[in-house]
């Protein structure tokens, strides 16, 4: 999925440098990393070992402080855009999704997390999707990070969190690597298969739903490259050359008369 997320146009560098956009963009972020702060406190009232509800609650802590983070950037955002008059109110009060483009639905951008997995799947399968979550937010915060250069506050704000993002994925791949050590080897892989499947069974669905032109496009696109393409230059140089050629000698039947 990544390969082909790299094709699309880069929608997030430009919201990035719209102040209202960065704006929304950022009380999105907000909304989002509260949500899953409550997600987690849920889960760890729930998690039997000790070690995992510690690193559990201190993620719980971490995307509080997030939320909070983000929260503050956006108002001093807000009142540069206030100062500004680059929109009226209503306009500037919705949540943006920079990853389309799009107005933001309010998902939860931990999308598949809810409280309701740990109870159905068991805690192996919980911290599969929560490392799947987790490497997939370090990678996007490392991009909006590069793409903030230009606005100093809010890089600074993905740089401080980036840093939380990577103790979330370290601690969830030690705990699925002891429980490999452990015997369970297999569901661990299960789960972590399952959890990137729903992630980009997900962005697939999110893609045709939210731009539905955009990515008939992209997929034409991926199609002809990886497709048509190969077959149109394989049978270009199988075509026969033109104008007027010698005949080829005859054979068969003929040459036996």
């Known amino acids: 999925m990544s390969v082909l997320v790299s094709l699309l146009p880069s929608r997030s560098r430009a919201a990035w440098r719209d102040p209202v956009r960065r704006y929304r963009t950022l009380l999105a972020f907000s909304a989002t990393e509260a949500d899953g702060g409550k997600n987690l406190l849920a889960c760890a009232a729930q998690v039997e070992d000790d070690g995992l509800r ?23 955002v807000r009142a540069e855009v206030a100062d500004a008059g680059a929109a009226d109110g209503s306009q500037v009060e919705r949540l943006w999704d920079v990853s389309t483009g799009r107005e933001s639905d309010g998902q939860d951008a931990h999308g598949f997390l809810s409280d309701e997995l740990l109870d159905t799947r068991g805690v192996v399968a919980y911290v599969a999707m929560l490392h799947v979550a987790e490497l997939k937010a370090e990678e996007l915060f490392a991009r909006f990070s590069k793409e903030t250069a230009h606005d100093p506050g809010t890089q600074a704000v993905f740089d401080e969190i980036l840093k939380d993002e990577r103790y979330h994925v370290a601690y969830t791949r030690r705990f699925l690597d002891e429980w490999r050590q452990q015997g369970f080897a297999q569901e661990v892989e299960r789960e972590l298969r399952a ?23 992209l997929l034409l696109q991926v199609l ?16 026969p050359p033109r104008g007027w050629q010698q005949p080829a000698p005859v054979t068969g039947l003929q040459d036996q008369a």
Do not use: I
């Open 195 to 217: 959890a990137r499947s729903s992630r980009f069974v997900g962005a697939w669905r999110r893609l045709g739903l939210r731009s539905a032109s955009g990515f008939s496009c």
């Open 224 to 239: 002809y490259l990886t497709l048509l393409m190969p077959f149109g230059l394989l049978a270009r140089r199988n075509r």
């Open 54 to 76: 510690e690193h559990l609650l201190k993620h719980a802590d971490d995307e509080v402080r997030h939320a909070r983070l983000f929260r503050d950037r956006a108002a001093q």
